[in-house]
């Protein structure tokens, strides 16, 4: 496993993203008003995720931010988490984490409920997922407003793990999610809104 961050890599790559860059991506990005409830407008990264460019450049992107952070396994939450998580983790030489909504784990489980604005949720990992002071990097989709991530952290830090980084392809900065997470960890997305 290469852990050494190659600086001509996060070069070519212009990160930190440059505005252009940004803007490529958010062109990618669709909006769909009133889903999954009215007032709410939803990101949609299905158009992102086939144009090969788009979703290699945003793929290759977070491995490099991940890669500085020397983990030994990256995290995904679930659904999204689980498209983007896997391939960083395969890049990266390292193994993957699914962290999964209630019941669909097979083996024993370390679970978390969370509050959420109304109600509550909950979401598990195998208790033996990792070991005390494992490096691990969250990865998911979309950063709102930061209940979900933070309760990956939580858990994560129940099994002892060491959660280095929170990471996401699009942050709608406008909700406050950065504020409620852990400052710890390196937080960090490809595009803020």
């Not at 890669?67 to 939450?77: D, E, H, S, V």
């Amino acid at each position: 496993m290469s852990t050494q961050v190659d600086k001509s890599k996060l070069e070519q790559l212009g990160l930190p993203l440059s505005t252009e860059k940004q803007d490529w991506i958010k062109s990618k990005i669709r909006d769909i008003p009133d889903f999954p409830k009215p007032g709410i407008m939803f990101k949609d990264l299905t158009p992102l995720l086939k144009d090969v460019d788009a979703f290699t450049f945003a793929i290759d992107a977070l491995t490099e931010k991940c890669r500085a952070l020397n983990p030994k396994y990256i995290a995904g939450i679930e659904a999204r988490g689980f498209i983007l998580g896997p391939i960083i983790a395969y890049k990266l030489g390292v193994g993957f984490v699914p962290i999964r909504k209630p019941g669909k784990l097979p083996h024993v489980v370390q679970k978390l409920e969370y509050a959420l604005e109304y109600g509550t949720d909950c979401i598990e990992v195998h208790a033996d997922a990792v070991e005390k002071n494992d490096r691990v990097v969250l990865i998911d989709d979309l950063l709102a407003t930061g209940g979900t991530a933070g309760a990956a952290y939580k858990l994560m830090q129940v099994l002892g793990a060491n959660v280095v980084g929170i990471g996401f392809l699009v942050e709608l900065a406008f909700l406050g999610g950065r504020t409620k997470l852990p400052q710890d960890a390196e937080i960090f997305s490809l595009i803020s809104y």
